[in-house]
């Protein structure tokens, strides 16, 4: 963990994330996710959900959980202080930052379309 955790602005904010996480492996599970989306969790060094800050943008994100599309790692962040239900967006560098889900929890055209992008090989 590299921030000093503040209550209840980091309660609230870590909470979203792992809101928006559960959401997201909710769709992949239900079957309503593009086949191949998948987290893989690294548990070996520390069991539960490692939670960091970025130092540039200031987002929280799980160290240890990874979402990936097929071989391409996808990069994804949570809004630090977003008001918005989910606040999941893509942070590849070769993406413009997208929303992940959008407010009624599924997956934005944004996203789809990155995903499928991916799938391209671009």
Request: hydrophobic share 30%; aromatic share 10%.
């Amino acid at each position: 963990m590299s921030y000093q955790r503040v209550i209840p602005r980091d309660l609230f904010n870590e909470s979203k994330l792992l809101k928006s996480l559960g959401q997201v492996q909710l769709l992949i599970h239900d079957g309503q996710a593009p086949k191949g989306l998948r987290f893989v969790h690294d548990d070996s060094e520390y069991p539960g959900f490692e939670i960091d800050q970025s130092q540039d943008a200031g987002d929280l994100s799980v160290t240890n959980l990874r979402l990936y599309y097929g071989e391409n790692e996808v990069g994804i962040a949570s809004r630090y202080n977003s008001k918005a239900p989910y606040t999941l967006e893509c942070t590849d560098d070769d993406a413009d930052c997208c929303d992940v889900l959008g407010d009624d929890g599924r997956f934005t055209a944004e996203f789809l379309e990155y995903l499928q992008s991916l799938k391209r090989g671009n």
